[in-house]
């Protein structure tokens, strides 16, 4: 048997509209499903999931659209959106039952992630330690000044894109946001709140189909990937 001891927060509570007609992008469809509806069911296929907690904005959250229920509902909730990001995931965690050990935080706009990269990250955080899915850069990078002029070219040996999921045993998690809270700070990702308590985080191989869809462009870019091998 095994166990259901991993809790997922889903963040999709941010009112973007810039893909245009008004229309939130974690609603909007690609490749067949609602953006959000695509994680909802990846992440409920793992047997090892106890709970999908989905945070939407909060003049959705009482009425969401129909189709998010269109997944196991006794394993999802929906939760408030807060000001930022980081209280967003707060909400979600609080509403995680007591037997999630792990959590495993993701956003919407990410919707074509493999379920091989989800196995990587939970497999790191089983053996203790905090993990993000991630890519090495490749590209030469540059740093420039306010005029555009280049400062100098960046060593990127080091460098990786973090992407989503991102993987923590729960108390370490707890600890973080708290601390973060405390202090103001918001960041960027979960793991950036982490690497504040000086708490260890590892990257595992993410995927270029985790990619996060933004603007209309990525859309098309989204669909072109969908299906193809990863």
Not at 54 to 59: A, F, G, N, T, W
Not at 82 to 98: H, I, K, M
Request: charged fraction near 25%.
């Amino acid at each position: 048997m095994t166990a259901r001891d991993v809790g997922v927060v889903i963040v999709a509570a941010g009112s973007s509209t810039r893909i245009g007609e008004g229309e939130l992008k974690q609603f909007r469809w690609v490749a067949g499903r609602p953006m959000l509806l695509h994680s909802l069911q990846l992440f409920q296929s793992r047997p090892d999931v106890a709970m999908v907690v989905c945070v939407l904005p909060r003049e959705y959250a009482g009425d969401p659209p129909p189709w998010i229920f269109q997944c196991d509902a006794e394993r999802m909730l929906v939760s408030v959106g807060g000001r930022t990001r980081a209280e967003s995931v707060r909400n979600g965690l609080a509403d995680l039952p007591p037997e999630c050990g792990i959590v495993l935080v993701h956003d919407a706009a990410r919707p074509l992630v493999p379920e091989a990269v989800l196995d990587r990250v939970v497999e790191a955080v089983r053996g203790g330690t905090s993990a993000i899915a991630a890519l090495p850069v490749v590209d030469t990078l540059k740093e420039v000044d306010d005029t555009g002029r280049i400062v100098r070219t960046v060593e990127r040996g080091a460098l990786w894109r973090a992407q989503t999921p991102q993987g923590f045993p729960r108390e370490v998690l707890l600890r973080a946001h708290r601390a973060a809270e405390d202090a103001g700070y918001d960041g960027t990702d979960d793991a950036a709140l982490v690497e504040r308590l000086g708490e260890p985080v590892v990257v595992v191989q993410g995927s270029e189909r985790a990619m996060k869809v933004t603007g209309a462009a990525d859309f098309l870019r989204a669909e072109a990937m969908y299906g193809l091998a990863d």
